[in-house]
């Protein structure tokens, strides 16, 4: 009988282990019973993986578990970074402006700005989209516009961040982007024969986005609105602009 009492010790051992094991797994493994940092881990190896959802979730239960200090700062910035990167880009921007409004002072609050800036602001595969036929009046350029505003914010206020460079060329292309709008409205107003509301538009363009590549549209369209109205003497003038300016111009071919 020594034999059994000797197995059945040993089962109930091993079973006293499992479920031991089973316990501290299960513990482990329960958000109640994580920390600020585990928190930050899991929250980091999911937005790694690509799960910007679960990502999302983690950093907010981290927030709402751990409201106050470093790591709730960090999981707002980073939740910021897991919107833009689900192609989130109204979140992403609201979580910036939440992360620059209650922690105007943080260290990384250039970082906050270029995420606001790069989550308003996808680079275009061709300006010339922007006047393909649909009326260019109805695109709402709000957050393109909101995007300028905070990658201006971060060039004055941190020139030496490592994010100003790339800023810099983010503007530039924003401002490609609204004064092709612009450009679009002007030949929309063409194509409805609304020649001085077009010239009007092409002038603002000009006045206001100086160095864009939409300065040499404007003029085209300033020339064949002057045709079209035969005002060839204004037709000239603008003309001689453009040579002058764009002596490669297709515009030039045209008229």
């Given at each position: 009988?020594?034999?059994y009492k000797f197995f059945a010790?040993?089962?109930?051992a091993?079973?006293?282990?499992?479920g031991?094991?089973?316990?501290r797994?299960?513990?482990?493994?329960?958000?109640d019973n994580?920390?600020?940092?585990?928190?930050?881990?899991?929250?980091?190896?999911?937005?790694?993986?690509?799960?910007?959802?679960?990502?999302?979730?983690?950093?907010?239960?981290?927030?709402?578990?751990?409201?106050?200090?470093?790591?709730?700062e960090?999981?707002?910035?980073?939740?910021?970074f897991?919107?833009y990167?689900?192609?989130?880009?109204?979140?992403?921007?609201?979580?910036?402006?939440?992360?620059?409004?209650?922690?105007?002072?943080?260290?990384?609050?250039?970082?906050?700005?270029?995420l606001?800036?790069v989550?308003g602001?996808?680079p275009?595969?061709?300006?010339?989209a922007l006047?393909?036929?649909?009326?260019?009046?109805?695109?709402?350029?709000t957050?393109?516009?909101?995007?300028?505003?905070?990658?201006?914010?971060?060039?004055?206020?941190?020139?030496?961040?490592?994010?100003?460079?790339?800023?810099?060329?983010?503007?530039?292309?924003?401002?490609?982007?609204?004064?092709?709008?612009?450009?679009?409205?002007?030949?929309?107003?063409?194509?409805?024969?609304?020649?001085?509301?077009?010239?009007?538009?092409?002038?603002?363009?000009?006045e206001?986005?100086?160095?864009?590549?939409?300065?040499?549209?404007?003029?085209g369209?300033?020339?064949?609105?002057?045709?079209?109205?035969?005002?060839?003497?204004?037709?000239?003038?603008?003309?001689?602009?453009?040579?002058?300016n764009?002596?490669d111009?297709h515009?030039?071919?045209?008229?």
């Open positions: 009988m020594l034999w010790t040993l089962v109930l091993s079973l006293f282990a499992v031991t094991g089973c316990a797994f299960e513990r482990a493994n329960n958000p994580w920390t600020a940092d585990q928190f930050l881990n899991k929250a980091r190896n999911a937005l790694n993986s690509e799960n910007y959802e679960q990502a999302i979730d983690y950093y907010q239960q981290l927030e709402g578990r751990f409201p106050y200090g470093s790591h709730a960090q999981a707002q910035l980073e939740t910021t897991a919107y990167r689900s192609g989130e880009r109204g979140l992403a921007m609201a979580a910036a402006d939440r992360f620059l409004q209650m922690h105007p002072a943080h260290p990384q609050v250039d970082y906050a700005y270029y606001k800036g989550s602001f996808d275009p595969t061709g300006l010339m006047i393909s036929g649909v009326d260019p009046s109805t695109t709402d350029t957050l393109a516009r909101e995007s300028f505003g905070a990658l201006r914010e971060l060039t004055t206020r941190f020139p030496s961040s490592r994010y100003a460079q790339d800023a810099s060329v983010r503007m530039t292309q924003i401002l490609d982007v609204l004064a092709m709008q612009d450009i679009g409205i002007a030949r929309y107003y063409l194509s409805l024969g609304a020649y001085i509301a077009s010239i009007n538009r092409a002038k603002y363009v000009i206001k986005y100086q160095k864009t590549k939409a300065i040499e549209h404007a003029l369209v300033m020339v064949t609105a002057y045709q079209r109205m035969g005002l060839e003497q204004l037709r000239l003038d603008t003309l001689r602009v453009l040579r002058l764009y002596p111009s515009y030039l071919k045209s008229s």
